[in-house]
Structure formats: C-alpha cells, structure tokens
C-alpha cells in the first residue's frame, strides 16, 4: 500500500533513503527500493498522482518480476529500463542501483502522465473535500494563484496556527516577511512548485509553543485540477529540528574548533568514499607536512611508518579491530627533518552490515620525549637488573612493612629460597641472623632501619643459616628508601658473603703476626710487644728483658743435608725455646736461624738464667738427617728494657750488638747489653758508618775505582779486564777504604742499594766513554748476597742495559761463593737469567767454603776466582800450590777460566803461568785507581805490557 511517511511494510524507517533521493534533483518521480524489490520511499510528485487516481498499491504500475530484476542489477551493476502496462496505458520505467542495499526506479514518460490525467483531475476536483485533506499528515491551506487568500484549509492548519485566526486567511500576513513572500513570487514565476521555505512565525497571544518563535518550513505547489488555478501550500513546524540543526552546528564549531587546536591530531578514513579520508590541522604539524600538497590518507600515514610498526598496524588492522572495534599502538613515524619520532596511535572501526570496515577514525599523540625516557628508563632498568644479578652480593629490597618485593639471583643462591619464592615473603621470615661463632640472635638490621629511619652506614658482620642449615659469614648494610618528603617506603638489603674472607682474615692475620714454618710469633708481632713492654717501663710499671738467639752451626746443616733439613731443625728448636719459655712471655722467629724471646716483668738476673738454659738446653740437643747427627750451639745477646729504654730500635740495636760481640767472642755464649762497653761501642761505630753511607749514597759521594784483571796466557795476545771497585768520601772530601764501610752496609742490609747504584753509575759511564771501554775484555762488576736475594734485581739490570745500550758479553758478574750457596736456587735461576741475555758470571773467593767442589757443576758460572788465601803465598806453601792446581784443572774440566787474586809478586805470577791459570789480580799487576784516573792514564796498557 502507498505509504506517504516514508516507511516500508516493516514500518522500518527509511531516512537514510530519503536522504539519498532528497540529493537526486531528477527524483521528483520516482520510487527507492531494497534489492529485494521491497518500496522504501515514493517521491511527492508520484504520491500526487496516486492520489488523486486512488491508487493506492503502486505495485500495479510495476513490473511483476521485480524479484529477479533487482537480483539481475546486483549482479550487472548497470541500469536497466523496463515497462508495464496499468490502466490502458504503458509506463516506462528506469531502474538503477544507488549502493550495494538500495534502487531508484524513475518514471520516465511522467509528462505524458501528467497531461492525461489532468482533464480527469479537473472533473474530480469538487469531489475533493474536508475528508481528502482531512486523512493527509500535514498542514493543508488552498490560496488562489494571484494571492495569498486562504480558500481552503484542514483541521491541521488550525491547530498548528491556533490563536492566529486573524491571521489564516491571509497568509501573506500569517507570513509576516517580505523577503520571504517576495522570494515565493519569484519562484513561482518561473515554476509551478516552490519547496522548503523557511520563514519565522512570531505567536500572537497565547501562545501554542514552548516559546512564541517557531520555525516554519513551507512546500507550494500550483495545482488547477482542485480549485481551479490555485497553489497548495503545505506547512511543517521545524522549529524542533532546526534547534537541533543549530545547536548541531555550534556543537559542530566548537567541536572542530577543539579538534584543530588541539595537541592531539585527528584522521578518519572511509570504505565507502575514497575521496572522504581527512586529517585534523595538528596531524599536519605533527608529521610535519604542509597541508596545501599532501592529501591525507590512510595509505599515506602508513608509508610514514617504520617497517616493524607498519606490519604490526596491518596486522591489528586484520584481527584486532574486529573483535574489539578498537585498538592502540605505539609506533614511530617519519617527521620531515627529524627523522622518526614515536606516536600513540589509537584507532576506532565501523562495520558495514557484513561486519566489514566501513570507516576507521583514528587520533594520534606525540610521546617521543615520553617514550625516549621510558626506553632510557627501561634500558637503565634493565642494566639496573642485570649489575644487581652480575654482583656477588645479595640485594633484597623490601617494603615499609617489611615484605620482600625483589632479590637478585646471588640472594637467591645465599638463602636457598628462589625469587618467585620470596616474593611477599617477611623479611624476619627469609633471614635470621646471629652473632659470628655464636648461636645469639640478633634484630634484623631492615626492621631496625625501617623502624629508626638511620642508614646503617657501619659494617657489620654477623651470621645467617640459609633453609639447609649452612652457616654463612655475612656483611650486612641496611638501607632506608626514603622519599622527598622524608618518608620512609622500604629499604635495601645488601649480604656479602666474606665466609672465605673471614676465614681468610683470620688466617692471614695468623699469618701476619706468625712464621708459618715454626708457628712462634714473627718480627712484627715481636717489635709490636716490645713496644708495649718499653711503654709499661716508661710508665714504671716494671722492667723486662729481650734475648736475641742466633743459631751457630745452621748453615753447616744447610748445606750438607739441603733446606729441607735446616726447616726441620728450625721446627724443633721453636718446640724446644717454647717449651723452656714460660707462656705469657713471647718468643719469636726474627728471620733465618735467628730467635728472640720477651721476658716480661723481670729483672735481668731471672732473664740470664732463662738464657742460660736456653744455651745448655740447645748445647745437649742434638739434630738427626739422613743418618747424620748434628750438635747445636748458639750465640746469645741480651738486653734489659728499662724507663731509660730509648725506644724499640735501640732495643733491637742492643741486643743486635750484644749478640753479634757473642759470636766474634767465640759462640755459644751470653753477652749482655752494656753502655760502657769498648765492643759495643765499636758496634755502635758501624750504626754511624751506616747513616754516613746511607748520605754518601743519596748525595752521590761515592767514588768507582777499577783494579786490573791481566791475562797469563802464553797462547793468546795479552788482554785487560777490569773489577769495579768503590771507595767513600768523608765530609773533608778525604777517601774512606772499604773495609770501614762495607761491614756496616752488609750488616744492616744495605748492600743491595750499593749493587745498585754501581751498576746504574757502570753503565752511565759506558755509554758516555765507549771509546776507551771498547779497548776492555770485560768489566767486572760484584755482586752481595742481598742483590742475589731480590726479585726486583734482574728486571732493574734489563732496564738499565736497555736504557744505556750496553754490550752485554762485555760485562761480568761477580758473586762471591758464600753468596751464592747461600741463595744456591735464586742464584741459578738469577745466573740462567741473565746469561741468557749475554752476560758473564764469575764465582769469587772459590775454595773457601767447605763444599766448593759440591758446587761447582751447579752453578753455571764462566769463570772461578781462586780465593786469594790460596794464592798469595803459594810459592812458600804446597798445600796453596796444590790447591790452586786442583781449582785450575777442575775448571778446565768443566770448560770454566780461572782468575788468581792477591797476585802480589813475580814468583807468583810464574807459578800461576806455569799452572795455566786464565787471569790474575793484585798489587803486582796493578793497584785500584779512579776510574777516570785509570783510562785518562792508560794504566790498562802499562799493566798488559808488565805482564807481558
């Protein structure tokens, strides 16, 4: 049935197809419809007809196969145009597919219509009455075409103008706007049909609305066929709708007004309208792209993104956004001139009645600086995390209440319980701690901390039981996490595990203050008591006494039965000294064979009895090694700590000297300290020969003197050598002799300084003169024992040979053979050294040592120096020839040269030439002289011609 409200037989609304016919000004006759063939809408011009026809089934001017012709233009897309024959007359009509839902089916041959029924229309025109207008839905008033008189009007125009009477018969003044009025004349000059004019109708009286304006919308229509040659004028009250409209429009305005001031950029995207994406003004900004030469779209945005990001944008785009209808991202886009920048893009869909996306509106939002600083925080979060699980010690972090809210993997492994685990966790439920060596509790230093609001910025140590029972070491630090407002929010626990440490600690502490070979206490912890003892004389709280012990035969045993013996013997006579030693008194193993003992609140009588047995005990004490027996004796130097005492090293200097005079005086004998002592005041002399040369050699008052070594081969040409010898200047400038200085410096262990200073001043001299050195065999250069010792001597000669551009196989070593045996293994390894970097290795004083021949194939020296006591009378003594032969043909043997010392007259000279020996030295073939002296002179010549 004809339907004049736009509603199809569903009573279903139709204003979306109103509103695409109202945009088609060719529709004034035509029909939409589904593509089922179910009429949605019958335009007005087609509704008039129908009316004055009664015809009320507009499906009779229609094909009958409606069905399979709009099935037919969904397929083809195409219009299609058809006809019908209704009434004695054949109706053409057009069909034509508006979208994918809706048909426009127009009446072409519509004039025709018109012109032949207008004669039917003017013979039914009187029959038309109150009932006609009265069953149509709108505001109806008749008016005669030449003015605006009102013939006609139904009951819906006088109630719509109620309280207007006055006013409804003329409606030029019902109007009441010229402007108006004028443009309906104007308009139905030139056409039989005015539509949609709007005018305002001011209420007079009572009035019938919420307020007296009120929005008039008007349709006239000229018509002859009802009353002649009139005009229908239809009237709509729109005042409800155009408030709307309005308040649409200012919600419109300010809507974009927002949208384009806005930080926050707007795009939308449509299906439906290729030519419909937009983008909000702050998109452009944003992206930085000019408005004016950039058409927005969605194609556009996602060629700006990164490669990563646009895949995941497709990918949400294709799952997400239908089962949410939205989604948000971050992802970086292209800025022009500052490269990518990151974006929060959020997106919202709409769907199409297939659930397809049929419109995207999306927002997007700068978080570059945003995202740079939570990456920064996540990166430093991560390292964070990381460091705390690469450390070696536990970190717990807790809340105010005490609960574990993280612990790193080394906490996990010192308490037994995993992360997981603890988490949520009390901390007094994760960790008991204890007093170190002691099962007593003690307040968990985090409750403590949390409680006071104080750093526990001191260590403490204290012990934990992990969930097996293992007993852990642990340093503790508690700390206080406290906000700007002083607030305190949880705490950090840090554990160090020092188990091994401690342990560690307390045995190297052990092991500062004893010797590891004997277990008696060492030097240090010995001159530490010492101390304390001279500090209670001081304070008159009673005298003590110190024994200084020096072992007499150790070496003998050293070198007979090797170092494992001497350490075997050093352990017994510890247990022996301890076991005659009361043990609140101390003794101590000062270094080498050499003991002392402390004897506290004493007088100095009781000390010499204890040191007297001391001296008996080890006198009856004998040593047994690999068959072999051994007696033992002593040297004894004792001194007595007084309130006088000044201080530790005269102590030490006391019974140092007390016990050096009981070796010279014999051994195995007591000596005591004594002031008024002629030894002890010689003593005393080398304690200041010591502090001259430790100024000699600081101020470089130390003169090189060189002696020639002269060849007596009858083989081979003449050739020098020489041994680099020094001498020291007194203050007077007068030259000091060896022998009163060089007793001081070996005994108070500063001979390795003197090695030193003569090697650096060597080689200095032959880099400056290489033009007399080079007329030299070699340069001989001794060494002491204490240079033999040191680890740091071989790397000091390397340096100084590099430094200066030595020759170094014109430089030889002298070391004396009590040196050597005595360091026997840091001699090899020192020789081998620095043989293997060229230079040569004599052996001094050869033969006086009671093992010399022992010796002699360890060590790998080049030349053997025949001990001068043998020498120097050997043409008055057999036993000296005898003995010099025997060194001579053993070093022939094992392809060594020998030098003769003390060469002190011609008939020496032939018995050492006829015996075959290498070289000889002494005061025959010449004396010691300045170095300077010696070249400037040309000694070296006169001495190989007087050999000669």
Same mark, same amino acid.
């Given at each position: 049935?004809?339907?004049?409200?736009?509603?199809?037989?569903?009573?279903?609304?139709?204003?979306?197809?109103?509103?695409?016919?109202?945009?088609?000004?060719?529709?004034?006759?035509?029909?939409?419809? &589904?593509?089922?063939?179910?009429?949605?809408?019958?335009?007005?011009?087609?509704?008039?007809?129908?009316?004055?026809?009664?015809?009320?089934?507009?499906?009779?001017?229609?094909?009958?196969? $409606?069905?399979?012709?709009?099935?037919?233009?969904?397929?083809?897309?195409?219009?299609?145009?058809?006809?019908?024959?209704?009434?004695?007359?054949?109706?053409?009509?057009?069909?034509?597919?508006?979208?994918?839902?809706?048909?426009?089916?127009? #009446?072409?041959?519509?004039?025709?219509?018109?012109?032949?029924?207008?004669?039917?229309?003017?013979?039914?025109?009187?029959?038309?009455?109150?009932?006609?207008?009265?069953?149509?839905?709108?505001?109806?008033?008749?008016?005669?075409?030449?003015?605006?008189?009102?013939?006609?009007?139904?009951?819906?125009?006088?109630?719509?103008?109620?309280?207007?009477?006055?006013?409804?018969?003329?409606?030029?003044?019902?109007?009441?706007?010229?402007?108006?009025?004028?443009?309906?004349?104007?308009?139905?000059?030139?056409?039989?049909?005015?539509?949609?004019?709007?005018?305002?109708?001011?209420?007079?009286?009572?009035?019938?609305?919420?307020?007296?304006?009120?929005?008039?919308?008007?349709?006239? %229509?000229?018509?002859?066929?009802?009353?002649?040659?009139?005009?229908?004028?239809?009237?709509?009250?729109?005042?409800?709708?155009?408030?709307?409209?309005?308040?649409?429009?200012?919600?419109?305005?300010?809507?974009?007004?927002?949208?384009?001031?806005?930080?926050?950029?707007?795009?939308?995207?449509?299906?439906?309208?290729?030519?419909?994406?937009?983008?909000?003004?702050? $998109?452009?900004?944003?992206?930085?792209?000019?408005?004016?030469?950039?058409?927005?779209?969605?194609?556009?945005?996602?060629?700006?993104?990164?490669?990563?990001?646009?895949?995941?944008?497709?990918?949400?785009?294709?799952?997400?956004?239908?089962?949410?209808?939205?989604?948000?991202?971050?992802?970086?886009?292209?800025?022009?001139?500052?490269?990518?920048?990151?974006?929060?893009?959020?997106?919202?869909?709409?769907?199409?009645?297939?659930?397809?996306?049929?419109?995207?509106?999306?927002?997007?939002?700068?978080?570059?600086?945003?995202?740079?600083?939570?990456?920064?925080?996540?990166?430093?979060?991560?390292?964070?995390?990381?460091?705390?699980?690469?450390?070696?010690?536990?970190?717990?972090?807790?809340?105010?209440?005490?609960?574990?809210?993280?612990?790193?993997?080394?906490?996990?492994?010192?308490?037994?319980?995993?992360?997981?685990?603890?988490?949520?966790?009390?901390?007094?439920?994760?960790?008991?701690?204890?007093?170190?060596?002691?099962?007593?509790?003690?307040?968990?230093?985090?409750?403590?901390?949390?409680?006071?609001?104080?750093?526990?910025?001191?260590?403490?140590?204290?012990?934990?039981? &992990?969930?097996?029972?293992?007993?852990?070491? *642990?340093?503790?630090?508690?700390?206080?996490?406290?906000?700007?407002?002083?607030? *305190?929010?949880?705490?950090?626990?840090?554990?160090?595990?020092?188990?091994?440490?401690?342990?560690?600690?307390?045995? /190297?502490?052990?092991?500062?203050?004893?010797?590891?070979?004997?277990?008696? =206490?060492?030097?240090?912890?010995?001159?530490?008591?010492?101390?304390?003892?001279?500090?209670?004389?001081?304070?008159?709280?009673?005298?003590?006494?110190?024994?200084?012990?020096?072992?007499?035969?150790?070496?003998?045993?050293?070198?007979?039965?090797?170092?494992?013996?001497?350490?075997?013997?050093?352990?017994?006579?510890?247990?022996? /000294?301890?076991?005659?030693?009361?043990?609140?008194?101390?003794?101590?193993?000062?270094?080498?064979?050499?003991?002392?003992?402390?004897?506290?609140?004493?007088?100095?009588?009781?000390?010499?009895?204890?040191?007297?047995?001391?001296?008996?005990?080890?006198?009856?004490?004998?040593?047994?090694?690999?068959?072999?027996?051994?007696?033992?004796?002593?040297?004894?130097? $004792?001194?007595?700590?007084?309130?006088?005492?000044?201080?530790?090293?005269?102590?030490?200097?006391?019974?140092?000297?007390?016990?050096?005079?009981?070796?010279?005086?014999?051994?195995?004998?007591?000596?005591?300290?004594?002031?008024?002592?002629?030894?002890?005041?010689?003593?005393?002399?080398?304690?200041?020969?010591?502090?001259?040369?430790?100024?000699? =050699?600081?101020?470089?008052?130390?003169?090189?003197?060189?002696?020639?070594?002269?060849?007596?081969?009858?083989?081979?040409?003449?050739?020098?050598?020489?041994?680099?010898?020094?001498?020291?200047?007194?203050?007077?400038?007068?030259?000091?002799?060896?022998?009163?200085?060089?007793?001081?410096?070996?005994?108070?262990?500063?001979?390795?300084?003197?090695?030193?200073?003569?090697?650096?001043?060597?080689?200095?001299?032959?880099?400056?003169?290489?033009?007399?050195?080079?007329?030299?065999?070699?340069?001989?250069?001794?060494?002491?024992?204490?240079?033999?010792?040191?680890?740091?001597?071989?790397?000091?000669?390397? %340096?100084?040979?590099?430094?200066?551009?030595?020759?170094?196989?014109?430089?030889?070593?002298?070391?004396?053979?009590?040196?050597?045996?005595?360091?026997?293994?840091?001699?090899?390894?020192?020789?081998?050294?620095?043989?293997?970097?060229?230079?040569?290795?004599?052996?001094?004083?050869?033969?006086?040592?009671?093992?010399?021949?022992?010796?002699?194939?360890?060590?790998?020296?080049?030349?053997?120096?025949?001990?001068?006591?043998?020498?120097?009378?050997?043409?008055?003594?057999?036993?000296?020839?005898? $003995?010099?032969?025997?060194?001579?043909?053993?070093?022939?043997? #094992?392809?060594?040269?020998?030098?003769?010392?003390?060469?002190?007259?011609?008939?020496?000279?032939? /018995?050492?030439?006829?015996?075959?020996?290498?070289?000889?030295?002494?005061?025959? /073939?010449?004396?010691?002289?300045?170095?300077?002296?010696?070249?400037?002179?040309?000694?070296?010549?006169?001495?190989?011609?007087?050999?000669?």
């Amino acid at each position: 049935m004809l339907n004049l409200f736009g509603r199809n037989k569903n009573n279903e609304s139709s204003d979306d197809a109103v509103n695409i016919i109202a945009k088609d000004s060719d529709s004034k006759y035509s029909i939409q419809m &589904d593509l089922k063939g179910r009429i949605l809408f019958i335009s007005f011009g087609l509704k008039e007809y129908f009316l004055i026809h009664d015809i009320y089934d507009v499906s009779q001017i229609l094909p009958t196969d $409606m069905e399979s012709l709009c099935e037919s233009l969904s397929k083809s897309r195409r219009s299609q145009v058809t006809k019908c024959e209704f009434s004695g007359k054949v109706w053409l009509w057009e069909f034509s597919v508006q979208d994918k839902n809706n048909v426009l089916v127009k #009446l072409l041959n519509h004039e025709d219509f018109e012109r032949d029924n207008r004669a039917d229309s003017n013979n039914d025109a009187n029959q038309l009455n109150e009932e006609t207008f009265g069953s149509v839905p709108a505001s109806i008033c008749v008016t005669s075409h030449d003015n605006f008189h009102v013939i006609y009007a139904n009951e819906r125009f006088h109630k719509m103008f109620k309280g207007a009477k006055e006013l409804l018969n003329d409606l030029s003044l019902l109007i009441n706007n010229k402007e108006v009025l004028s443009d309906i004349n104007s308009s139905l000059q030139d056409s039989d049909e005015v539509e949609n004019v709007l005018f305002v109708y001011k209420q007079q009286g009572e009035s019938f609305w919420q307020n007296n304006d009120r929005f008039i919308s008007v349709n006239i %229509q000229r018509s002859n066929q009802i009353f002649g040659d009139a005009l229908v004028w239809k009237f709509e009250d729109i005042s409800d709708f155009k408030n709307l409209q309005n308040q649409h429009q200012l919600y419109k305005k300010k809507f974009n007004t927002a949208i384009q001031a806005a930080t926050e950029g707007i795009w939308e995207w449509s299906k439906l309208d290729e030519h419909g994406d937009w983008w909000s003004k702050p $998109m452009y900004s944003l992206l930085g792209l000019d408005k004016d030469n950039n058409k927005p779209s969605l194609e556009m945005m996602k060629r700006l993104m990164h490669p990563k990001e646009k895949k995941v944008f497709d990918r949400l785009l294709e799952n997400e956004i239908r089962s949410k209808q939205y989604f948000s991202m971050e992802c970086r886009l292209t800025v022009k001139e500052h490269g990518f920048r990151w974006f929060r893009l959020r997106v919202v869909g709409a769907f199409d009645i297939n659930g397809d996306v049929s419109k995207l509106i999306g927002s997007l939002v700068n978080i570059h600086s945003e995202k740079t600083n939570r990456l920064q925080l996540q990166q430093e979060k991560d390292k964070a995390v990381a460091t705390l699980n690469s450390i070696v010690d536990a970190v717990i972090t807790t809340n105010a209440d005490g609960v574990i809210e993280y612990q790193n993997s080394a906490a996990e492994r010192l308490t037994g319980i995993s992360k997981e685990q603890a988490k949520g966790m009390h901390i007094d439920k994760t960790i008991s701690f204890y007093q170190e060596h002691s099962l007593n509790d003690i307040d968990n230093p985090v409750i403590t901390c949390l409680n006071s609001g104080e750093r526990m910025s001191q260590k403490i140590y204290a012990d934990m039981l &992990d969930k097996d029972g293992t007993r852990y070491t *642990v340093q503790v630090m508690a700390t206080p996490l406290v906000r700007k407002d002083g607030q *305190v929010f949880g705490a950090v626990l840090v554990l160090n595990d020092v188990t091994n440490i401690r342990v560690l600690s307390r045995r /190297l502490k052990y092991q500062a203050s004893h010797d590891i070979l004997t277990k008696l =206490i060492n030097r240090s912890e010995f001159e530490k008591r010492v101390r304390n003892a001279i500090t209670q004389a001081q304070n008159h709280d009673g005298n003590s006494a110190v024994l200084y012990i020096d072992l007499d035969r150790f070496k003998l045993i050293n070198d007979i039965c090797g170092h494992a013996a001497g350490d075997e013997l050093l352990k017994q006579v510890a247990k022996l /000294l301890r076991a005659i030693v009361d043990k609140k008194n101390s003794v101590a193993r000062m270094g080498g064979d050499e003991f002392a003992v402390l004897i506290e609140n004493t007088h100095i009588s009781k000390a010499e009895k204890i040191a007297n047995k001391i001296l008996s005990e080890l006198a009856a004490y004998r040593f047994s090694w690999d068959e072999k027996t051994f007696s033992i004796e002593c040297s004894i130097g $004792m001194a007595e700590i007084q309130p006088s005492c000044d201080g530790l090293t005269y102590i030490l200097n006391a019974v140092d000297s007390a016990c050096y005079l009981a070796k010279e005086s014999g051994r195995n004998c007591i000596r005591t300290y004594c002031d008024g002592d002629d030894t002890i005041i010689e003593r005393k002399g080398q304690e200041r020969w010591i502090q001259h040369f430790d100024k000699a =050699i600081e101020n470089d008052d130390l003169v090189l003197y060189a002696q020639p070594i002269v060849s007596l081969s009858k083989q081979q040409p003449k050739k020098t050598s020489i041994e680099i010898l020094v001498r020291m200047l007194d203050d007077d400038g007068s030259v000091i002799p060896p022998n009163a200085f060089l007793p001081a410096v070996e005994r108070y262990d500063r001979a390795y300084k003197l090695d030193r200073w003569i090697i650096g001043q060597v080689f200095k001299y032959i880099s400056t003169h290489k033009k007399h050195v080079k007329k030299l065999t070699k340069i001989s250069i001794n060494l002491s024992g204490q240079s033999v010792a040191e680890d740091e001597l071989l790397p000091f000669i390397q %340096q100084k040979t590099r430094e200066y551009n030595i020759d170094s196989s014109q430089i030889c070593f002298e070391v004396t053979e009590t040196a050597a045996i005595a360091n026997l293994t840091t001699a090899i390894d020192l020789i081998e050294q620095l043989k293997q970097d060229g230079f040569l290795f004599a052996l001094d004083d050869f033969g006086s040592g009671l093992s010399s021949f022992a010796y002699l194939k360890t060590l790998p020296v080049d030349y053997l120096k025949i001990d001068g006591i043998f020498v120097k009378d050997m043409q008055t003594d057999k036993v000296n020839y005898a $003995m010099v032969k025997a060194i001579h043909e053993m070093s022939a043997v #094992l392809d060594k040269q020998t030098i003769a010392e003390y060469v002190e007259n011609e008939a020496v000279v032939e /018995l050492l030439t006829e015996i075959g020996v290498d070289y000889g030295q002494g005061f025959h /073939l010449g004396k010691p002289e300045p170095l300077e002296t010696f070249f400037n002179k040309g000694s070296m010549f006169n001495f190989a011609n007087s050999a000669a």
